[in-house]
């Protein structure tokens, strides 16, 4: 339909169909959109919902976003004491490069505006510094069948412990990116289903932040070399940091908590 008369416009599709040529000035619009990715994300598109609770939701959290007061250095969320304590747990489970993130984080980013430097930073989107590590983190699919979320906005995660502050998440997630061992699905299993741990090693007992992998340079060429030789605590940190925005966010934009419930709605619907 709409190619067919795009194309007889141009004049090839005349000429192939021995159709008079014929030229206009009339302009074809088209939108496309992308379908097929997989993502559960609940959050990631606007829903059609007849809750309130939810509609309420989406605009004081871009409110907030966009409020300059609330646009708080990121220590002010992701403190220096879960820095350090993050440190802790990195060596602890014999990763490298604490000098270097340490050094990242003093003078860079523990004083960066969390959503202005941070959130909205698309230098860091060009790096994959959160979202590679949250490809291979958000919702891994397990050898054996079953799924392991995250602690995270960015999930259906519903564990044990409700994410209702920054400090109930933290335990959480350091319990689960360093002290949960996983044996993911075996590449024939995930290309039958959803899985974003893509590039996981296949059928090995590991440890959750040991299935990151270094970001090259030579793939992502805005990642600088001094960056790619402590990629993966950097992306640990930037993974921290990202969740504990968000929980902070929802948290304060929904004091009774009720963005759990609304987050727990969309997903059954949705995944």
């Known amino acids: 339909g709409l190619m067919a008369a795009q194309a007889e416009n141009t004049g090839w599709y005349g000429r192939l169909h021995n159709i008079p040529e014929r030229r206009s000035t009339r302009a074809v619009l088209v939108a496309s959109w992308n379908i097929s990715a997989v993502n559960n994300n609940p959050f990631e598109f606007w ?79 060009e790096k994959r510094l959160i979202s590679m590590a949250d490809r291979m983190t958000n919702t891994i699919n397990l050898n054996g069948g079953g799924t392991l979320l995250r602690p995270s906005v960015l999930n259906a995660y519903s564990g044990e412990r409700p994410l209702d502050s920054v400090g109930a998440w933290w335990g959480a997630w350091q319990d689960f990116m360093f002290r949960t061992r996983v044996q993911v699905a075996s590449a024939k299993a995930k290309s039958k289903g959803a899985n974003n741990s893509e590039n996981a090693p296949d059928s090995k007992d590991v440890l959750v932040c040991h299935l990151l992998q270094p970001i090259l340079r030579s793939k992502y060429p805005a990642i600088t070399v001094e960056e790619q030789a402590y990629s993966v605590p950097l992306q640990v940190m930037c993974l921290g940091i990202f969740d504990a925005i968000l929980v902070h966010v929802l948290n304060v934009v929904s004091e009774n908590g009720d963005w759990e419930r609304v987050r727990r709605e969309v997903s059954d619907a949705m995944i």
């Open 47 to 125: 829903v059609s919902t007849a809750d309130q609770a939810y509609q309420k939701l989406m605009f004081d959290v871009e409110n907030f976003m966009d409020d300059p007061n609330r646009n708080t250095p990121i220590l002010s969320i992701f403190t220096d004491e879960m820095f350090e304590e993050l440190c802790g747990q990195l060596s602890g489970v014999g990763i490298s490069g604490i000098d270097s993130l340490k050094h990242a984080w003093r003078t860079d980013y523990r004083g960066r505006p969390c959503f202005s430097k941070f959130i909205r930073d698309k230098t860091l989107g």
